[in-house]
């Protein structure tokens, strides 16, 4: 399944530096022609002869060990690469990536390669939960790193806990996943909008809806999985942010304007998920408003419509927009995408058991200008994003075509 796909895997210092002898061998097992760097702290709990007799090839640990005068070997290795691969990855390697140093083997060619980069971190649960590791791996994410998440259980720290090295044969399968064909977005930009505008009333409230931000961020995940280059554009959310994406945080409706029209050029496809608040407060108070009359009144002005702005902008972009519903969700979904100019709209009765805000499924219509494309019965929400963009891709090509 990997045959004529380089792997470089860099291999860190954690006792989960056996797992990775593992790895090496299922990756190699499947065909991929396997390029081991270890860390020298990696060195210390597996030696070096078992990854180079399970890869067949040499392991590379000191970036001055130059044995091929040819080339300069983290150059070398780097170009090789299909698939940048480091299980376990450290917080300290984690930290180095995110920050670009280059101080070792490892890290140095893993600055100079332009492979997609996937990371498998095991550590400590309170290291891997530290906010300094969170905010590294948050800062990877959004420039496109995929990670493989760490399970939980037993530690060999003795905690019990988030961030045991993935199991091999899982991030065997997330790799041979990316290699897979299937990859109908190949090519293409996707911007996904998702979660809840937040609009200021004073410094500690403000107006919001009941966004989780999971469908546009399964969205995003799909479309990137799917091979697309996806721009994330998130306000308030309560779901864990995909990896593999570029991600942007905004708050209001007025802020997630600007950041959509700034990216729409060189897009592909956008796909409006997002629960953007229709109206604002007419004054935002730069201190907290004191409780002093017996009533109060907030006055509030209309927000700027994202997708409309979107509508009347886009050049070749195939735009979907989704309309949360509560009745006549047919009559509305239609009418909001003629005004609003979009290709395909996707209504959710949010009244429905299993569709709508904050769970893991929806249920959901699909239109165009012709009227109803699809419907989707109850699913999960990955589920409807696969769907979805499988639906867009095609049109794509028969735009082409
Ligand atoms: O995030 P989850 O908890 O998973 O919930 C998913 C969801 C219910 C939020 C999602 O499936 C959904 O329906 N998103 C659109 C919600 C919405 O704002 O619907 P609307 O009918 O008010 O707006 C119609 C479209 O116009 C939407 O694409 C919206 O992003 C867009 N819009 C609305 C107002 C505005 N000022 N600007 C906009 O761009």
Redesign the pocket.
């Known amino acids: 399944m990997l045959s004529g796909k380089t792997i470089v895997l860099g291999v860190c210092g954690g006792i989960a530096a056996y797992k990775a002898a593992a790895l090496c061998s299922k990756l190699t097992q499947a065909g991929a022609d396997v390029r081991v760097i270890m860390t020298e702290s990696a060195a210390k709990f597996v030696a070096p002869l078992t990854f180079q007799t399970l890869s067949r090839n040499p392991v590379a640990i000191d970036t001055f060990d130059e044995k091929d005068p040819s080339v300069v070997a983290h150059i070398d290795l780097a170009d090789r690469a299909d698939l940048f691969l480091i299980a376990p990855a450290t917080a300290n390697m984690i930290a180095k990536i995110a920050l670009g140093l280059g101080d070792d083997m490892l890290s140095t060619t893993a600055l100079a390669t332009t492979a997609p980069i996937f990371i498998a971190p095991a550590m400590n649960v309170h290291m891997y939960a530290n906010p300094a590791v969170q905010h590294n791996m948050r800062i990877l994410a959004e420039r496109g790193v995929r990670f493989v998440e760490p399970g939980t259980g037993q530690l060999a720290c003795g905690y019990v806990g988030k961030g045991r090295l993935a199991e091999p044969e899982q991030i065997a399968e997330a790799v041979a996943a990316f290699f897979r064909g299937g990859r109908p977005l190949a090519g293409k930009r996707v911007l996904v ?4 505008t937040v609009e200021r009333i004073d410094p500690v409230r403000y107006l919001t ?9 399964v969205i995003a995940a799909a479309a990137a999985a799917m091979g697309a280059d996806v721009t994330l554009i998130t306000g308030k ?1 309560t ?1 864990p942010l995909p990896g593999g994406v570029r991600t942007v945080r905004v708050e209001s ?1 007025a802020q ?2 600007d950041a959509v029209l700034d990216r729409l050029d060189g897009q592909d496809i956008v796909i ?7 109206y604002r407060p007419a004054q935002t108070f730069e201190q907290k408003i004191k409780k002093t009359e017996e009533e109060m009144t907030l006055k509030l002005v209309k ?8 509508g009347e902008r886009k050049t070749r972009q195939l735009v979907i ?5 509560t009745h006549r969700v047919e009559e ?1 979904a239609l009418d ?1 995408l003629r005004r ?1 100019r979009c290709d395909l709209l ?1 209504a ?1 009765d ?1 009244t429905e058991p299993g569709a ?4 893991d499924t ?1 249920i ?1 219509r699909i239109f165009d200008a012709n009227g109803l494309v699809e419907a989707l019965p109850l699913m999960s ?1 990955r589920e409807v994003a696969e769907r979805l963009l499988a639906l867009a891709a095609s049109r794509l090509e028969r735009e082409r075509e």
Request: cysteine-free; proline content about 2%; overall charge positive.
């Open positions: 909008t998702a979660g809840a809806n009941d966004s989780s931000g999971k469908m546009g961020y959310a779901a409706a997630m304007l409006k998920a997002a629960a953007v608040a229709d927000n700027p419509d994202i997708l409309q702005a979107i927009g989704f309309a949360a519903e509305f909001k609003k996707v959710n949010v709508g805000f904050g769970i929806n959901v929400k």
